[in-house]
């Protein structure tokens, strides 16, 4: 049981430092710190998709991306 609770809190504290980063940064499934879509003239480093509202996601999987954005516009990757 202990090795159960050990590990489950391991897991928590990973996914703590992601969310403490700032608002500028979400946690996604995976636990990683990705960061909020933005607005920018150009395609920002690690942008992965445009939103069809024309800001810049950098989401690490399809499922749900931009989905506060009106939806995927272009996939760069």
């Known amino acids: 049981m202990r090795n159960l609770v050990t590990g489950a809190l391991a ?3 990973l996914v703590v ?3 403490a980063v700032g ?3 979400y946690t996604n499934v995976s636990g990683h710190a990705v ?3 933005v607005h920018a003239s150009h395609a920002p480093a690690g942008a992965t998709a445009r939103c069809r509202d024309g800001t ?3 989401s690490e999987h399809h499922r749900g991306t931009c989905s506060h954005h009106g939806g995927v ?3 760069l990757r």
């Open 11 to 13: 897991a928590l504290l």
């Open 17 to 19: 430092p992601a969310a």
């Open 73 to 75: 516009a272009v996939w």
């Open 35 to 37: 960061h909020r879509p």
């Open 23 to 25: 608002g500028d940064y």
């Open 56 to 58: 810049w996601s950098f």
